[in-house]
């Protein structure tokens, strides 16, 4: 890829330590993956900006579609041919990992400090490998064991992290169910032992009672090691059982980060507030379940202002222009016109 | 309410669907039991939620339901009398008394087929030789799906549609024969997320509408109580719970209803701290299924002796509700069992 070597080449990246205990261990900012296409040049990540504290996990929320794979595919550099335009800082441990170049980014980040879990990765398990081999796979490649007999060991630890019999290591993909396919793809992002590792629809595909086994194994994970989940996600209510922080993505951009308190409690922008009021629930006494009239709009050529506005219920003169993100009091960042930098929503504002 | 004769629409009595499974071909290696002695009855005009696990054994029953799988035992009664599968003419009769709405409307539209062509067929299958009947139907029903004008979409072919509008054409070609009961497989799961509610409250709207009853088959627990007055909980190819929707949600008798509601995430910050309570296992295998209750390899109520040994039949409880569990064999209330 042409185009990121030569960012690369043009910054003499500054000598920093990736083991540095930095406040955020991760901080991107100003990301754009554009895509190019027979039809147009497709906007999959616009400008995003945020920073995840360390110890901290967060979601990246929004409906399919709006960039949440390609964000995190452009963080860990896994990107297709058609490249059109990655730019961007991405802070790992303080240190620009933009900056790198592949050689380097393969070899000290992808797997050793930064993982994925890609969308439906259990239905993507080399079917002719016993999973044990698939789970050490990462430490070999990476050199983080002597030989094949520790390599092993270590796959042995990371499936009991995650909950799966030691005596399924002998086993073939096609002979464990969903969720154990799941956990198996789970231990094999942490046997790298990385520092942060992005989940991409990690329960999806999976029932009820899997999901939720599967969201256990997430929580006692972060309570054990000292780890950071970005779990990509449609659905608003699992994304409660491990975020800290929300991450709200709409026509590829983010429009509303904050703290899971405010976001499941009070969200602010309004596609937030609209996305939380159509979250099936069990028990309110809502007869109804609202949804968002309308679809979202092309990455090919989006609206120029607000990229919500064509839903948008409050939209209002400004809302012709591009919002910027406003940081609250409370250090929220909102996307939307009706804020103010460090103030509150006021609807006067649309007046 | 009791059901009485007159406002009863279906009726299943012990149904079993079972699937013969062979090795290379011949050898039989046993059966696959997809639908295990499943009983329940339907009113006209009723809308019910089928929900459980993928694999429990959901479009097997919705299949043998509509006379796609002809039941290896047992019996369903429409309208009073018994459905017989051997009876080629009276099977086309019930077939279209049930319009089909599948999970994939990508793959139930034939592409090289108009809409109005694919609207029509249903119809010019069942005997209805008038064109201009057909198309007058053809119109009441669009419209009634606000699909207008309607003249624009029937030109089209499925490819030029939407998922929502393609999803909206196998709803109205189900709604042609002026159907009683509509069968709907997880009819949004392939939809996007922004289409999703549009579609289910269209099906509400027409069934409240055409006083149709509707079966609604989901994975999805937390969105039932929005679109249904009753829900059978399914597991390992049997109904091990019938309940009003509000009662099941508000005290769940069955203990695998328990976990079911139990596993599910509401939207609350304070989940980030809390572990789920998730029983054990995996649901069972339906070639070889555990004797005795389905359930009791998982259950921690289990007891020993009988769950694992006997079957459950359901029990009645108050409030028109039924399980299929030992734990209510001398109870009268689903509350009465405290887990
Ligand atoms: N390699 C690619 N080339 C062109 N367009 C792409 C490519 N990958 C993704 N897209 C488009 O980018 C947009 C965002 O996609 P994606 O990141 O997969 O969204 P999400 O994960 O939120 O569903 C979509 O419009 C998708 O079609
Ligand atoms: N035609 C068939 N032949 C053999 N097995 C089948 C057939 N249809 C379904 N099954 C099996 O029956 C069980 C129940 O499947 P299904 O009714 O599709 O469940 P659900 O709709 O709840 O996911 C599964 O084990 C499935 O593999
Ligand atoms: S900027 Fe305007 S259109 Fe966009 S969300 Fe805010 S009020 Fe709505
Ligand atoms: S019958 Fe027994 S094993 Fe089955 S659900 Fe009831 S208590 Fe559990
Ligand atoms: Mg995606
Ligand atoms: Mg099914």
């Known amino acids: 890829m042409a185009k990121e070597t030569k960012l690369a080449a043009n910054n003499v990246e500054k000598n920093m330590n990736l083991d540095e205990k930095t406040a955020n261990v991760l901080d991107v900012q100003d990301m754009y993956l554009y895509f190019q296409t027979g039809k147009g040049i497709v906007q999959a990540v616009d400008n995003v900006s945020f920073a995840l504290e360390r110890g901290k996990s967060m979601v990246i929320v929004g409906e399919s579609g709006c960039g949440k794979t390609s964000l995190g595919r452009a963080i860990l550099r896994l990107l297709p041919e058609n490249v059109y335009k990655y730019e961007g800082s991405c802070l790992l441990n303080g240190s620009d990992i933009m900056q790198y170049d592949d050689e380097r980014f393969r070899k000290e980040i992808r797997w050793k400090r930064a993982a994925l879990v890609p969308q439906s990765s259990m239905n993507s398990l080399n079917p002719v490998l016993k999973v044990s081999d698939q789970v050490a796979e990462p ?34 993909p096609f002979e464990l169910s969903g969720g154990m396919r799941q956990r198996v793809a789970i231990a094999t992002s942490l046997v790298t032992d990385p520092d942060f590792i992005i989940l991409d629809e990690p329960t999806s595909a999976l029932d009820m009672l899997t999901q939720a086994n599967i969201m256990n ?35 590829g951009q983010i429009v509303e980060f904050t703290d899971a308190y405010t976001f499941f409690g009070t969200p602010l922008h309004p596609y937030s507030e609209r996305l939380m009021a159509s979250v099936p629930t069990l028990e309110a006494d809502d007869e109804e379940l609202g949804f968002i009239p309308g679809q979202p709009p092309s990455l090919i050529n989006p609206p120029e202002g607000c990229r919500f506005a064509e839903r948008c219920e409050e939209e209002f003169e400004l809302c012709s222009e591009e919002p910027p993100g406003f940081e609250m009091e409370d250090d929220r960042i909102v996307k939307c016109w009706l804020y103010r930098e460090g103030g509150e929503r006021d609807a006067n504002y649309g007046k | 309410m009791p059901t009485t004769e007159n406002n009863l629409l279906l009726q299943a009595k012990e149904l079993r669907t079972w699937f013969e499974i062979k090795k290379w ?66 099977m086309r009769q019930y077939k279209s008394e049930i319009g089909f709405v599948q999970q994939d409307p990508y793959g139930a539209l034939p592409p090289f087929m108009s809409i109005q062509r694919i609207l029509e067929e249903p119809m010019i299958v069942n005997g209805i030789k008038d064109k201009d009947k057909r198309l007058k139907r053809i119109h009441q029903v669009m419209e009634e799906l606000k699909m207008t004008p309607v003249e624009d979409f029937l030109k089209k072919y499925p490819h ?45 709207k027409i069934q409240s509408e055409r006083e149709l009853a509707v079966i609604y088959i989901t994975h999805d627990l937390s969105t039932v109580r929005y679109f249904s007055e009753r829900i059978w ?60 209750c389905r359930f009791h390899p998982r259950c921690e109520y289990m007891i020993e002796g009988l769950c694992d040994q006997e079957i459950p039949p359901d029990f009645q409880l108050a409030n028109d509700r039924l399980t299929a569990c030992w734990l209510f064999r001398d109870e009268e209330e689903a509350g009465d069992v405290a887990l």
């Open chain 2, 233 to 292: 909980v399914m597991y390992g190819g049997k109904i091990v719970e019938q309940s009003p929707v509000r009662n099941l949600l508000k005290e769940p008798a069955h203990p695998y209803t328990r976990a079911l509601l139990e596993a599910i995430s509401e939207p609350d910050a304070d989940n980030v701290h809390n572990y789920k309570k998730v029983p054990s296992g995996e649901p069972p295998s339906l070639l070889n299924p555990p004797g005795g």
């Open chain 1, 217 to 251: 194994v997430l929580t006692k994970l972060k309570e054990e090691i000292d780890i950071s989940f970005v779990l990509i996600t449609h659905d608003v209510s699992t994304s409660s059982e491990i975020a800290d922080m929300a991450a709200i993505m709409y026509a």
């Open chain 1, 139 to 172: 430490i070999l490649i990476h050199d983080l064991a002597d030989n094949k007999e520790q390599a092993r060991e270590k796959a042995a630890e990371a499936f009991k992290k995650v909950g799966v019999p030691v005596d399924f290591l002998n086993r073939y």
């Open chain 2, 160 to 204: 030029m549609l939407s998922g929502g509008q393609q999803q909206r054409v196998v709803i109205a070609r189900s709604l042609v024969l002026n159907p009683k009961l509509i069968m709907a497989d997880e009819p949004v799961s392939m939809l996007d997320a922004s289409v999703r509610v549009e579609i289910l409250e269209l099906i509400k």
């Open chain 2, 25 to 90: 071909g011949f050898i039989h290696v046993g059966h696959v039991r997809a639908v295990d002695g499943v009983n329940f009855t339907l009113e006209r005009g009723e809308s019910v939620s089928l929900v459980g696990e993928s694999g429990c054994g959901k479009s097997s029953l919705a299949k043998t339901i509509m006379g796609i799988h002809q039941p290896t035992e047992g019996e369903l009664i429409f309208e009073g009398n018994s459905v017989d599968s051997t009876d080629e003419q009276s």
